[in-house]
């Protein structure tokens, strides 16, 4: 699922209420007939234990090795001293070399992950989710930041997620055209509120429109219309 | 104080042209053992100070308190602390723990705990969000968060405050050497009281190549550490 929307129109704030990296000021989230929403710190950080996230910045822990990286997905489930200390079981360890593997980083795993490139920073973020086996990943802008030929390897690997180990994956995009192509539903939200629901064959240009409305206060015109078309022929 | 207070500047070069020199380094067995005792004050006392002030700065950043009144609470402490200057706690100390280095130690320690407190509460409030929020996203706790999220992203920064507090904490031991604590500061205190400029020189010099060598070693440790 890809929620599509302009800058500022929440969905960076639907995404990170869903694990409650934001605290909602209303409403309910419901996983799994569980409501998120009212859980205790204790059962909060079980169900975040269940829900990977990557995110447009990558969010890797600096100046530690690609393999503690990819470990910390596992935190939740680990001894606490093992977590704590970074004394990681030789299973675990095992596994998140197999994770590496999967986004073929294996080589990488003694490095600092500040020595990776952007395309490779990802990458270890999703060894993280794969080696945390989540139900659902949510993903904050997780290719904005990179370039069109390793977006779509990212993209391409996480709807591998969603297909092959049936993982739910509710994504930020602000790329129309990724949202087409590995979307199975897509959501549009203006001004916090949801302005179109349905599959991708369902977006037509007045459906985009709606989600991506002109600037009403903006002063002049001029602006407004050539804001309207440079917008038309960008996401069509 | 007027700039016509400098007219009698001259003074003051004639006092060190005519007296301070030629530099009688005779004493420099003893000169050099109370240079290693100043060091010794020093560098104990910064350490102690660290280690007490990395946890304890958690609990004075916003972002990390559990909870508002420990961030408060943590924060007066602090500021308690790093108000008295250290003369005036090693002072109160002499009565406890006699003459000698210990009343330094325990001024510097509890003065730079304050200094320490302070500087890394904000180094932590300073830090990007986004591993942190990486670290809740799996799960972790709020420790967790501070050794995976935090932690690595104030390394470079405390080494260079740590390295600028010990040398702040030799000058200081210089000072504390009048009261007693001993090493070079008393010793170069005594030589001026008794008019031996010429060693005063000498130890003055001693101290620079100090400062000037623990300045020359914090900037190799953070090169290592970057």
């Given at each position: 699922m890809a929620v599509l929307g302009r800058s500022g129109a929440g969905k960076?704030?639907?995404?990170?209420?869903?694990?409650?990296?934001?605290?909602?000021?209303?409403g309910e989230i419901v996983w799994n007939g569980r409501a998120i929403t009212g859980m205790n710190a204790r059962e909060l950080r079980g169900i975040r234990g269940e829900?990977?996230?990557?995110?447009?910045?990558?969010n890797l822990l600096p100046r530690l090795t690609v393999l503690t990286n990819v470990a910390a997905g596992r935190f939740a489930d680990m001894p606490r001293w093992r977590s704590l200390t970074g004394a990681f079981s030789n299973e675990d360890k095992a596994r998140a070399m197999a994770a590496?593997?999967?986004?073929?980083l294996e080589a990488y795993a003694g490095r600092r992950v500040d020595d990776l490139s952007g395309g490779q920073k990802q990458r270890v973020a999703i060894a993280r989710v794969v080696m945390q086996q989540p139900a659902l990943l949510l993903g904050d802008e997780p290719i904005s930041s990179l370039d069109a030929v390793t977006a779509a390897r990212i993209m391409t690997f996480i709807a591998g997620l969603y297909r092959e180990r049936g993982v739910t994956?509710?994504?930020?995009?602000?790329?129309?055209?990724m949202a087409r192509a590995y979307a199975t539903r897509i959501i549009g939200l203006t001004d916090g509120r949801i302005t179109f629901d349905g599959p991708p064959d369902e977006l037509g240009e007045a459906e985009l429109r709606a989600i991506y409305p002109p600037d009403e206060e903006d002063g002049g015109e001029t602006i407004t219309v050539e804001g309207k078309k440079g917008r038309n022929e960008e996401d069509v | 104080m007027t700039p016509s207070s400098f007219r009698d500047l001259g003074n003051t070069v004639r006092f060190i042209a005519d007296h301070w020199f030629p530099v009688d380094a005779s004493d420099w067995r003893i000169a050099l053992e109370a240079m290693r005792g100043t060091l010794e004050i020093a560098v104990f006392s910064t350490l102690a100070a660290l280690v007490i002030a990395v946890p304890g700065s958690f609990f004075a950043a916003r972002n990390w308190a559990p909870a508002r009144w420990i961030y408060d609470a943590t924060r007066a402490l602090f500021n308690f602390t790093r108000s008295i200057p250290e003369l005036v706690l090693a002072l109160v100390f002499i009565p406890t723990l006699g003459l000698g280095p210990m009343p330094a130690v325990m001024g510097l320690i509890i003065h730079n705990v304050g200094v320490f407190g302070k500087l890394l509460s904000e180094v932590i409030e300073a830090t990007d969000e986004g591993p942190q929020d990486a670290v809740k996203a799996v799960g972790g706790t709020?420790?967790?968060?501070?050794?995976?999220g935090i932690v690595p992203q104030m390394a470079p920064l405390v080494?260079?405050?740590?390295f600028y507090r010990l040398e702040v904490a030799i000058?200081?031991?210089?000072?504390?050497?009048?009261?007693g604590a001993g090493g070079i500061g008393q010793m170069l205190f005594n030589d001026f009281k008794m008019f031996a400029y010429e060693k005063v020189t000498f130890e003055v010099l001693l101290i620079m190549a100090m400062v000037t060598g623990v300045d020359y070693l914090g900037a190799l440790i953070r090169k290592r550490v970057k």
């Open positions: 960076s704030t639907l995404v990170r209420c869903i694990n409650r990296l934001v605290e909602p000021d209303a829900i990977g996230m990557v995110f447009q910045h990558f590496l593997r999967e986004v073929g994956v509710v994504l930020n995009l602000h790329d129309v055209a | 709020r420790l967790h968060v501070a050794l995976y080494l260079s405050h740590y000058r200081t031991s210089l000072i504390l050497g009048i009261v």
